[in-house]
Structure formats: C-alpha cells, structure tokens
C-alpha cells in the first residue's frame, strides 16, 4: 500500500515537549509541531510519543492485515515494540 504521509521515522526534538515540540522526519523535515497550551507536560509527553511512533504503528497495522490471520506470518516483537514506543 502507498501512504501518503511523510515518510519515517519520525523523532521528537529534545525535552520537554512543552518547550520543543517539533516532531521530525530526517534531519530537517518538518512533520508537525504538537500543541501544548493548556495541557499538562505529561499529556504534552504522551502526545509526542504516541506520533512520533505513529509511522510504525501504521506500518504494523498494515502487516496485520496482509498477514490475514496467519500467526506465524505477524511479528508480534516488533507490533510490541511500536506499542512501546507508542505509550512512552
């Protein structure tokens, strides 16, 4: 499948989030920018995480589906993996 969106991975500049709260994808491409007014560092935190790890939970998604229900066809270390990534 073709995806549209910016290629990754994605990474976060450095922390805190609420006052470098750009997320990038390569060196000098810009991918968003998350808003922080009004939320807490640690929802400001969570937000970068979850897109930061927003091309691998696509890509793991997308295995899923192609793998049609064949377990031995997923690969459950690297759907983990994204999930941790995910949640920080």
């Known amino acids: ?8 991975p994605w990474h976060r ?15 000098n491409t810009h991918v968003t920018r998350l808003a922080v007014e009004g939320k807490s560092e640690e929802e400001v935190e969570a937000n970068c995480a979850l897109i930061v790890a927003a091309p ?5 998604l ?20 994204a999930i941790a990534k995910a949640t920080g």
Not at 56 to 60: D, F, K, N, R
Request: net charge negative; glycine share 6%; proline share 4%.
């Open 13 to 27: 500049n450095i922390k805190p989030a609420t006052h470098y709260n750009t997320i990038f994808a390569g060196r």
């Open 62 to 81: 997308l295995d899923v589906l192609d793998a049609d229900g064949d377990l031995d066809a997923m690969d459950f270390n690297r759907y983990r993996a």
């Open 1 to 8: 499948m073709q995806t549209k969106h910016t290629p990754g």
């Open 56 to 60: 691998e939970l696509l890509a793991c």
